[in-house]
């Protein structure tokens, strides 16, 4: 018989996440169930040190025909992680879903329904978020942060209930990207994207796997890996540095003929100083001049 391919394919990464699978599982399937239309999970075991492989290698035995559970060797990080689940998804549509159930899996069906009207990237607002106070406005900052510089527009970038089409997901694949951010390099590829709110809850069990280090780390690579802006403005300043120090070395010189040497040579020694300085900032600039378009071009 020949094995029949899925409308609908949810890659769910897990890491650490024994206290609240149980709970995925009976919320993640009824919710598939009721939208009428063919389906596989691909669960994604990040390295996790728990339980949690065991728990999905039970529900892969419980339910084979929609299940597909791949274990990574080690963490690799989430993004790695749902890239693993894209390369192994066969769905018409593929969406992302957390393992912590603050994104409810109820809401699938309306990711689902706007792709089906030809939005080829729907991304997700959290309605009535339930974070802290200090999150919520550290995540809008650098969301404006960001979309300033790299014309990404992500209301909420860190919710990662999403949904592709298939050709969206097929660019992401043939990127080969070893450290990326999904959204936004789908973002990159979408001709029709939107977004739409969805619910919000709180975690169900554990803790967030985000720390702040990681969050500020995830915006500082979103930010150098989508556009050149960084550079450039480093570039500035670099000449603006260099232009100074040499008329400023100028300065001395004409100082030092007008009212002869000063100090026992320490201004001579300020300008030498200052000139080196110039010119390596001046090199460093054209050195990222030159790497910024292989950058763009890889």
Not at 95 to 115: M, R, S, W
Not at 169 to 180: F, G, L, R, Y
């Amino acid at each position: 018989e020949a094995e029949v391919t899925p409308c609908l394919s949810v890659v769910v990464p897990v890491y650490n996440e024994e206290a609240g699978l149980a709970a995925l599982f009976a919320r993640l399937y009824p919710a598939l169930d009721q939208l009428g239309t063919t389906y596989e999970i691909i669960f994604i075991d990040d390295g996790s040190r728990d339980r949690s492989v065991s728990l999905l290698r039970a529900e892969f035995e419980k339910r084979p025909e929609v299940t597909r559970v791949i274990i990574l060797a080690s963490n690799a990080g989430q993004h790695m992680a749902i890239m693993a689940g894209f390369e192994h998804s066969r769905g018409a549509i593929v969406v992302t879903l957390d393992a912590d159930l603050q994104n409810p899996p109820e809401e699938i069906g309306k990711l689902v329904e706007k792709v089906r009207e030809g939005y080829d990237c729907v991304g997700s607002i959290r309605r009535q978020r339930q974070d802290t106070a200090f999150r919520r406005y550290a995540s809008k900052a650098m969301n404006g942060l960001r979309e300033r510089i790299t014309r990404i527009k992500m209301t909420d970038q860190g919710c990662m209930l999403r949904a592709y089409s298939r050709s969206i997901v097929d660019a992401i694949n043939s990127c080969q990207e070893v450290s990326t951010f999904i959204p936004a390099l789908a973002y990159s590829f979408a001709r029709r994207p939107t977004e739409i709110e969805v619910a919000h809850e709180e975690r169900h069990a554990g803790e967030s796997k985000y720390s702040l280090y990681a969050l500020v780390r995830l915006n500082f690579d979103l930010m150098t890996s989508f556009s050149l802006l960084p550079l450039q403005f480093f570039s500035m300043v670099g000449i603006s540095i260099s232009v100074l120090s040499v008329a400023f070395v100028g300065f001395l010189f004409v100082r030092r003929l007008i009212y002869g040497p000063e100090a026992e040579g320490l201004f001579t020694l300020f300008g030498i100083a200052l000139f080196l300085v110039g010119l390596t900032l001046f090199g460093l600039v054209l050195l990222g001049e030159y790497i910024g378009p292989i950058y763009h071009q890889v």
